[in-house]
Structures are given as structure tokens and as C-alpha cells.
């Protein structure tokens, strides 16, 4: 009963719904999975895609950090 219960107030700490947050989620998933591929090719090649990872890392900390400061 407790783990439901720190589900839901998660859900209304972030002010979002289920749906809502799993979709977010998922984008989120997404772009780690597509910064693991491109952190690969630069490994191999690394005059190629030079600050794309950390570029879009410190991007999606801004996102993150600006959700958790202001939930809608």
C-alpha cells in the first residue's frame, strides 16, 4: 500500500498524469538511448559529433531542473 501511495504523490509532486508522465518518460528515454549511439560514433570517430552529447545532457538538465522547480 505504501509503494501506490509514493506513486501517486510523486504524480502530484510533478503535477502531471499518469499519461503525461509516461510520455515525458519515454521522450526522456529516448534521447539517452540517441546520446548512447552518438557517444559510441564519437568514441570511434571523435572528430566527428564533437559537444553534441554534452550539449544536449546539459540541455535536457535544464529541462529537468526547470520541471522539478516549477511543476505544472
Not at 37 to 64: A, F, M, Q, Y
Request: with cysteine.
Amino acid at each position: 500500500m505504501v509503494h501506490i501511495q509514493m506513486k501517486c504523490t510523486h504524480l502530484q509532486i510533478v503535477n502531471q498524469s499518469y499519461g503525461n508522465h509516461l510520455r515525458f518518460t519515454l521522450q526522456l528515454c529516448f534521447d539517452f538511448l540517441v546520446l548512447a549511439v552518438v557517444s559510441v560514433i564519437h568514441g570511434l570517430c571523435p572528430w566527428i559529433l564533437t559537444g553534441k552529447v554534452s550539449d544536449r545532457i546539459k540541455e535536457l538538465n535544464s529541462v529537468l531542473n526547470e520541471r522539478w522547480s516549477n511543476p505544472k
